[in-house]
């Protein structure tokens, strides 16, 4: 079975509700931004394409629908990324206060707590982007190291499920950058890049406990997945097919941004506090094996260069020191 408390971790994405509604807002502003750019796109297609000639519209609007898009990707591609991780990391320290069991303020004042553990960690959010950055690139070396794991487990008919151990194995890998920075807030560290390196090395030799309950997760996921998207898309379903037209099909549209946004709001935050349990819990007593350490020098560039700057600090610290 898994090992994290299905109840518990339910209890503390609950608790922290305000990040909930906030990451349901950012994430809807962000899909409506892509609707309304590929929309935007596809109607300047048509518009091209109705002056260029009777042929043009249909294909220069798909055209323009996909430019749209590309166009939309690449401009909020770093801005999402930069305002995702300072909310999710705010509220992965707040998760991590409530797996220690400490108190925390109610309603609102979650956002500013959260905000204040992360700060107190890291002075500049630039400097927590760019660790965020450097740990997700020691990931997919990490998937690699790890993808032999899916062939260990005793599973009849293996060889039909691999492509779906895999994804899991990657699944497992997601939430790595963020069980990493509850690692670094939970142990109180004033050395993020040294922390985060020892954190990603543990992480690394306790995969197979990882991979277990990522099977687990994965199967919550898609279970609460259709429940998500049948109470949101129903309604609309039913809209749709009572009043067909534009303003139904905007309904439907808006019915699907929401359901998407929920899901990654709500189904992120329960996933990140599952693993953090596990993990935690896994590493208990434990200290980075050098072999670990070994490989991922030898494979990744990120984590090398998180050792070194780890030892910029410290060198730089006992410099200062000195002088």
């Keep these: 079975m898994w090992d994290f408390s299905v109840l ?51 294909g220069f609007a798909v055209w323009g629908g996909i430019f749209g898009f590309g166009l939309v990707s690449a401009a909020l591609y770093w801005i999402r990324e930069y305002i995702l991780y300072v909310v999710k990391a705010a509220h992965v320290a707040v998760m991590v206060h409530l797996i220690d069991g400490r108190d925390l303020p109610g309603g609102l004042g979650q956002l500013a707590y959260g905000r204040r553990i992360v700060t107190a960690r890291f002075l500049e959010a630039n400097l927590l982007f760019v660790l965020d950055q450097l740990v997700k690139g020691v990931i997919g070396a990490i998937g690699g190291l790890l993808g032999g794991i899916a062939a260990m487990i005793p599973i009849p008919g293996l060889q039909g499920l691999i492509g779906f151990l895999q994804s899991v194995v990657r699944m497992s890998l997601t939430y790595v950058d963020e069980v990493i920075l509850g690692y670094n807030i939970r142990t109180d560290s004033n050395t993020p890049w040294d922390t985060a390196q020892r954190g990603l090395v543990l992480y690394a030799q306790n995969g197979r406990a990882i991979v277990k309950n990522a099977v687990w997760l994965s199967i919550f996921m898609w279970g609460l997945t259709l429940v998500i998207f049948a109470v949101a898309l129903t309604p609309a379903a039913a809209i749709l097919y009572m009043m067909p037209g534009q303003l139904a099909g905007w309904s439907f549209v808006l019915a699907i941004v929401f359901a998407w946004a929920f899901k990654a709001a709500f189904l992120e ?9 596990v993990y935690f819990r896994a590493i208990e007593g434990q200290s980075p094996d050098a072999e670990w350490i070994g490989r991922l020098n030898s494979v990744s560039r990120q984590f090398r260069e998180l050792g070194e700057r780890a030892s910029a600090v410290f060198t730089g610290s006992a410099g200062r020191a000195g002088g």
């Design 8 to 58: 518990r971790t339910l209890d503390m994405v609950a608790r922290s509700w305000p990040y909930v509604l906030l990451r349901i807002a950012v994430y809807s502003a962000i899909t409506l931004g892509y609707v309304v750019a590929t929309g935007a796109g596809a109607g300047v297609g048509y518009g091209v394409g109705h002056i260029l000639g009777p042929d043009g519209p249909p």
């Design 269 to 277: 935050p329960f996933c990140i506090a599952a693993l953090m349990q």
